[in-house]
Structures are given as C-alpha cells and as structure tokens.
C-alpha cells in the first residue's frame, strides 16, 4: 500500500496547541513531504529550485477551544493559479532573514496579519513541486486576532476552516487528471464549497503525517 493510499485510511487525529509544538520540535526538518507528483520532479542535479515559505495560521476560538486554520484565496485576475485556496506566503528573497521571516512577511503583506499577532510553534519539511519551487511551510499560533487587511492585487477572500476536519483522512481523496499528455497526480479536500488541492492540500497532507508520527489520540467526535 502507497503512502497516499494509507494517509487515505488512517483515522483522524485530535490534538491541541502543546501537542503541535511538541510534535514540531521532535520532526526532521529535512524530510520532504511526499507530492504524488513527485515522478515528474527533475532529476538533473543542476536544477535550481526555487526557495518559498508559507504560513499555516491556527486560531484557537476563546469558547469552545476550537482550532481553526486560515486560508487565502488567490486574487482571480494572477496569471498563476488564479481563485485557488493557499496558504498565505510566497518567494524568499535574498534579503529575508529566515525562511520564518519570509512565511511572516507574506502573511503581513497579503492580508495584514503582523509578526506580533504570532507564536511560531514549529516548521515542516519541504514541499517540492515541479514548477520548480522548494515550499517551507511554517506553523504559528494566532495569538492576538486582528482585522484583516486583504490585498486585492493577490487575495480575493480568506476562509476559517476547522483544524481536526483537514486532519481527517477520509475527508480528502487522490485525483489523477490528464492534461495534455501528462497525467497529474494530487489530493484535494472540499470543506462547505471550498476546495483546496495540489501543493496546499499536499503541505496538510505533510501536517497530518508529521502529527501522526507522534500522537496516537483518536478523535472520537469527527465532524
């Protein structure tokens, strides 16, 4: 069995704040996640890919305790993907002091969001994807909520999405789409009309599998 066909049947995972910290601080930063696209990734040594950083935000709601991840939805006038749900973030430039600084900096430019309205609880492994860019995702803690500030050359909406929903396996499923004559390899998940798939819903995927790694707490009242 694939590892995408196990992701598929693994049972969900409940967790809170200290066991995402926990779990980060134990992880291998330098294991890739795994994109089922892989195949197609170039295998010539002198490539270059190029370096970026997202953002995975959690808001952690005062009454119920209930975590939420935030998500952007990519302005639909961009060139490149446009109208798809991301994860705030984008290159790092050479100036940036951190991969940390970059994943901040987008966030602070694209909907508003400064570095003090965060505590950063760990990172990932990369994400590579065969447009040829190297993806480190960062995770933080929302801990002051702030009114957002989109902006509307790269952000057309934002959405709330529950955390133990996007750590449900069996809410994703594997698609594999022909275009032209290559044949694409990704995971999606759709939550209430939203749809997140390829390189955002493959870094969840990457989430799921370095939380399960360490936490063996089934949920026992998915959504």
């Known amino acids: 069995m694939s590892d995408i066909e196990q992701f598929l049947n693994a049972p969900p995972i409940y967790l809170d704040l200290d066991d995402i910290r926990t779990a980060l601080d134990r992880t291998p930063y330098v294991q890739q996640i795994h994109n089922p696209d892989e195949n197609r990734l170039s295998d010539d040594n002198d490539t270059q890919y190029q370096s970026a950083a997202v953002l995975i935000p959690i808001w952690r709601e005062p009454k119920s305790q209930e975590l939420f991840v935030l998500f952007t939805q990519r302005a639909l006038h961009m060139r490149n993907h446009p109208g798809q749900m991301a994860f705030p973030g984008g290159k790092h430039d050479p100036e940036d002091a951190s991969m940390e600084y970059t994943a ?88 209430h009309g939203i749809r997140i798939w390829g390189v955002t819903a493959g870094i969840l995927y990457g989430f799921y599998q370095t939380l399960a790694e360490h936490i063996n707490k089934p949920l026992q009242d998915p959504l």
């Open 104 to 191: 901040l900096r987008e966030t602070l430019e694209e909907v508003g969001l400064s570095p003090d309205c965060f505590d950063l609880l760990g990172e990932l492994g990369e994400y590579c994807t065969i447009s040829g860019y190297c993806v480190k995702p960062i995770v933080a803690e929302m801990t002051t909520r702030r009114e957002l500030c989109l902006c509307e050359d790269e952000v057309h909406s934002v959405h709330w999405i529950p955390l133990r929903y996007l750590l449900t396996p069996s809410n994703y499923c594997f698609t594999e789409k022909k275009v032209g004559a290559i044949t694409r390899s990704f995971l999606e998940i759709e939550y």
